[in-house]
C-alpha cells in the first residue's frame, strides 16, 4: 500500500506478515553443529523482551532467522521488516514513528508508521548501520522510553516494540569510526547472534538443496529429482559468495534445466570444482604412462612439493 503524501508515492507500509510476498520459506534448515548451537541460542534470546542484533552475510538468512525469533516469543502483533537502506533520509522520521492527520500536504489521515505497525510484535532493522546518525538517536530514544512521537503530533503515543536489527557490517567499528551511535549499538546488542556464511556450515548445504528442490518442484508441479555425487561434490565445494539466497537460486535453476530425475553438475551454473589431488595423481600419470620410472618418480615428488605450498 503506497500513499502518495508529498505528490509522489514515498511512504511504504505493507501489512507485514499479511503480505503473501513476505511470506516465504518458513522452515529453517538447520543441520550443521554451527547451526545447531545457532538453533539452540536462538531458542534463549527469543522468548526474552531484549533486543536482538544479527550479525551475517548478505543473503545468509537473518530475516528468516528474525522472524523465527518473533515466532518463538510470545508476542502476539506483527512482525514488521524494514531495510534501512531503502528509507528515504528526508522523510525517515515519518516512515518510522508516523505522522499526524494534516502535517503534510495531502496528508489527510495519520500514520502510525513502522514502529506503531509493530506494536505489540517485533520490528526488524536490516542493514541498521544505513540508518542516518540523527535518526537512530530517536530511535534510541524510543526504544528506551517506549514511546514515539509522530511528526506533527505534540503528545508522544506509547508503544511496544521488540527490536530485532540485522547487519553486514561490523557495527563496532562503525561505532569506532563515528558512523554509529554507541549508546544504540550497546542497547541493540544485548542479545547477539552470529550467523556464519554457507561456506562455514558445510554440513547445511545439501539438507538446503533438498529442501529447496522440494519446494520448488511442488511449486512447478514437478517431481523430485535427485543430486547426483558430482553434483553434491560441486554444491559442497563453492564459496557461496551470495550465502543461502544464492544457493537458492541455482537450486531453482538446476530443477528449471534439468530433464531427466537427476541433477547433473551442468545444471548447476557454477565454476568447476578444482579437482582434487587424487584426481590430479590420475589425470598426471595417464599422460606419461609410457614415461619411465624416474620420470614418474619426478613427477611424484613435483605434485608432492605442490601439495606442500598449497
Ligand atoms: N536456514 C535456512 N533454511 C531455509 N531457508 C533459508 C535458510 N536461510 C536462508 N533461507 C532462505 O534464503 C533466502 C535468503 O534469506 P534471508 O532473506 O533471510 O537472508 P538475509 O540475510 O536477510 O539477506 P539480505 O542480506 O539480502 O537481507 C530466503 O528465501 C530464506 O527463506
Ligand atoms: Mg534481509
Not at 547445511?204 to 520448488?216: A, H, K, Q, T, W
Request: proline share 6%; net charge negative; charged share 20%.
Amino acid at each position: 500500500m503506497s500513499f502518495e503524501a508529498f505528490g509522489q508515492p514515498l511512504l511504504t507500509f505493507p501489512d507485514a506478515e499479511k503480505s503473501p510476498l513476505s511470506i516465504r520459506a518458513k522452515a529453517l534448515v538447520f543441520v550443521d553443529p554451527r547451526s545447531r548451537q545457532l538453533r539452540q541460542e536462538l531458542e534463549l534470546l527469543a522468548p526474552r523482551s531484549i533486543s536482538v542484533l544479527i550479525r551475517g552475510e548478505t543473503g545468509s538468512g537473518k530475516e528468516l532467522l528474525a522472524r523465527h525469533i518473533h515466532r518463538a516469543s510470545d508476542r502476539g502483533g506483527l512482525f514488521v521488516s524494514v531495510n534501512c537502506g531503502a528509507i528515504s533520509p528526508t522523510y525517515a522520521d515519518a516512515e518510522l514513528f508516523g505522522y499526524a492527520a494534516g502535517s503534510y500536504s495531502g496528508s489527510a489521515s495519520s500514520r502510525a508508521g513502522w514502529f506503531g505497525s509493530a506494536n505489540g510484535g517485533t520490528l526488524y532493522l536490516d542493514e541498521i548501520g544505513d540508518l542516518p546518525l540523527p535518526i537512530q538517536i530517536k530511535l534510541l530514544a524510543a526504544l528506551e522510553n517506549h514511546e514515539v512521537t509522530r511528526v506533527g503530533a505534540h503528545q508522544p503515543s506509547p508503544v511496544d516494540v521488540r527490536l530485532v536489527a540485522a547487519t553486514s557490517i561490523d557495527l563496532a567499528q562503525a561505532v569506532a569510526a563515528g558512523k554509529f551511535n554507541e549508546r544504540l549499538y550497546h542497547y541493540l546488542s544485548e542479545g547477539q547472534l552470529e550467523l556464519p556464511a554457507l561456506r562455514e556450515r558445510v554440513g547445511d548445504i545439501l539438507s538446503l538443496s533438498e529442501y529447496f528442490l522440494g519446494i520448488y518442484s511442488q511449486r512447478l508441479d514437478l517431481p523430485v529429482p535427485l543430486i547426483s555425487e558430482a553434483a553434491q561434490h560441486l554444491l559442497e565445494q563453492h564459496s557461496w559468495p551470495g550465502n543461502t539466497r544464492e544457493l537458492e537460486n541455482v537450486i531453482h535453476f538446476a530443477l528449471l534445466v534439468s530433464t531427466g530425475d537427476e541433477i547433473l553438475p551442468e545444471h548447476l551454473n557454477l565454476p568447476e570444482a578444482p579437482p582434487s589431488l587424487v584426481q590430479i595423481e590420475q589425470q598426471a600419470a595417464q599422460l606419461i604412462k609410457n614415461g619411465t620410472a624416474a620420470e614418474r618418480s619426478a613427477l611424484k615428488k613435483l605434485l608432492e612439493s605442490l601439495t606442500q605450498t598449497l
